[in-house]
């Protein structure tokens, strides 16, 4: 009778670790860019999916947000829409962190008009006047447009908050390294929110990831100069590189992935994978055929 008991208990507990076994998961945790978050909730989905024993915790806040929590040890993926600054890789590593830097992605970053404004065509020079801190275009007569709906005349500058990459790159293609964002700007949380204002707002013009593009807004031509032909945005100009303000998308992992985050690092590469990126929007890292 005692050997049964035993015998049962034994048995109980290997039926409970088995049950337990089927229901764990592993999660991993990505967060960061605004710009990547749409796409990065779609891998995320489409990954369970493949792989029910792997569940992808994806949140945005910004590429600053990404990749401090990728300095703090507290993520496995940092979604960021431009590089890690060196002084951010000095206090990773400072900090026991080795950061690993993996393009999985091309962005044409667009510049939103409000969809009754003639100015479609903007250079790179105007824009700069138009958001550094030392421009002189504070209204559309001066670019010799009038808008409907727009009785001000004055520019409405939408940017993003500071903790953005796509805040950062902008800040660098267009006002250059010591350039500075004039004073009033209206600095919003997100991709989505910029153009949501955009469209909103006719006096606007804004700037944010080409996957964010609607029916609703006009999107700039862009041009290198004054005088120079200018560029649409779209996957085709971000990936041969014709359009100005076409950027990589980044995710960064603690060293060389391993294991699980390996595996689906490498699915996001993979067709399946930039079939999905290519459908958000976003211009692929390599040609593949998608359905």
């Known amino acids: 009778m005692k ?40 891998w995320a989905e489409e990954y369970s999916k493949k792989n029910k024993n792997v569940a992808v915790a994806v949140s945005g806040g910004g590429s600053g947000t990404g990749i401090a929590a990728m300095i703090n040890g507290t993520v496995d993926i940092a979604n960021a829409s431009r ?40 250079s790179i020079p105007t824009l700069a006047r138009i958001f550094g801190r030392k421009g002189t275009v504070k209204k559309w007569s001066q670019l010799g447009i009038t808008i409907p709906g727009c009785p001000s005349d004055k520019i409405v500058a939408v940017s993003r908050q500071n903790n953005s990459g796509t805040y950062a790159y902008f800040k660098k293609i267009i006002l250059g390294k010591k350039g500075k964002y004039r004073m009033g700007t209206l600095d919003m949380h997100g991709s989505k ?14 700037y944010s990831g080409l996957a964010y593009a609607t029916e609703h807004v006009g999107v700039g031509c862009i041009s290198k100069s004054e005088d120079g032909n200018c560029v649409m945005p779209s996957v085709k100009t971000a990936i041969n590189k014709t359009y100005p303000i076409a950027r990589p998308l980044f995710m960064y992992t603690n060293g060389e992935p391993k294991g699980e985050i390996k595996v689906y690092l490498d699915w996001i590469k993979s067709n399946t994978g930039q079939c999905i990126i290519l459908k958000k929007g976003y211009a692929p890292i390599k040609n593949g055929v998608c359905s």
């Open 83 to 122: 590089k890690m600054k060196a002084k951010e890789i000095k206090l990773a590593k400072s900090k026991g962190q080795n950061p690993i830097e993996h393009v999985v992605g091309f962005d044409a970053l667009a510049v939103y008009v409000h969809k009754s404004n003639p100015k479609k065509n903007i």
């Open 193 to 206: 929110d910029v153009v949501d204002l955009v469209e909103k707002t006719p006096c606007a013009i804004g």
């Open 3 to 42: 050997i049964t008991t035993i015998k049962s208990t034994v048995i109980a507990g290997l039926i409970l670790t088995i049950n337990i076994s089927s229901f764990a998961r592993l999660a991993i945790q990505n967060k960061g860019s605004d710009t990547l978050v749409n796409v990065a909730q779609a």
